[in-house]
T-cell receptor
Framework: DGGITQSPKYLFRKEGQNVTLSCEQN?????MYWYRQDPGQGLRLIYY???????QKGDIAEGYSVSREKKESFPLTVTSAQKNPTAFYLC?????????????FGPGTRLTVL | AQSVAQPEDQVNVAEGNPLTVKCTYSVSGNPYLFWYVQYPNRGLQFLLK??????LVKGSYGFEAEFNKSQTSFHLKKPSALVSDSALYFCAVRALTGANNLFFGTGTRLTVIP
């Protein structure tokens, strides 16, 4: 987990609320990623960013939004449009976006909708 | 399309015995293959990767994996299992060209029995 921090560790949201998950890295990595983990489904890519001020949708971007204003930060907002947001959210970063680059993960945020 | 299959949801092995966690993949062109481990309520930790060259890759904590192109497999192995190896293991694949997503398997839970 070293070098990538996510906060908070646990987050509770009421239906209809937007919430923002924080991800910060001090590894000087160019690329950052957000994944969602559900039991028995592995990890699915939500959004990724190859460079500051640029990001692309992943496989399940609906109901989520991101920003990349700084190299070290890639916050994820879970909007009220996300119908089933309860999940474990993982942020990752890699030196670049080449296929050979290893992605390193943060400790995760567990989001529960009440 | 890229995909990864981990055919076993659960693997049990006695402490001191060799362990194998299976992974097969489907990708267009040459693959980049990764193994990660996840402990409860934690992020993923990188174990090892195959990019090119020697088919036997050595990684962290005594783990190794063998790339077999003809069988499209990348099984994770360890000669002698420890109780502390008990965790959730994920295989992931990335294609040489195209989208730079990592595609994850659904995970295999390894339990090492004392």
């Amino acid at each position: 987990d070293g070098g990538i921090t996510q906060s908070p560790k646990y987050l509770f949201r009421k239906e209809g609320q937007n919430v923002t998950l924080s991800c910060e890295q001090n590894l000087n990595h160019d690329a950052m990623y957000w994944y969602r983990q559900d039991p028995g489904q592995g990890l699915r890519l939500i959004y990724y960013s190859q460079i500051v001020n640029d990001f692309q949708k992943g496989d399940i971007a609906e109901g989520y939004s991101v920003s990349r204003e700084k190299k070290e930060s890639f916050p994820l907002t879970v909007t009220s449009a996300q119908k089933n947001p309860t999940a474990f959210y993982l942020c990752a970063s890699s030196p670049g976006d080449r296929g050979t680059d290893t992605q390193y993960f943060g400790p995760g945020t567990r989001l529960t909708v009440l | 399309a890229q995909s990864v299959a981990q055919p076993e949801d659960q693997v049990n092995v006695a402490e001191g015995n060799p362990l194998t966690v299976k992974c097969t993949y489907s990708v267009s062109g040459n693959p980049y293959l990764f193994w990660y481990v996840q402990y409860p309520n934690r992020g993923l930790q990188f174990l090892l990767k195959y990019i090119t060259g020697d088919n036997l890759v050595k990684g962290s904590y005594g783990f190794e994996a063998e790339f077999n192109k003809s069988q499209t497999s990348f099984h994770l192995k360890k000669p002698s299992a420890l109780v502390s190896d008990s965790a959730l293991y994920f295989c992931a694949v990335r294609a040489l060209t195209g989208a730079n997503n990592l595609f994850f398997g659904t995970g295999t839970r390894l339990t090492v029995i004392p």
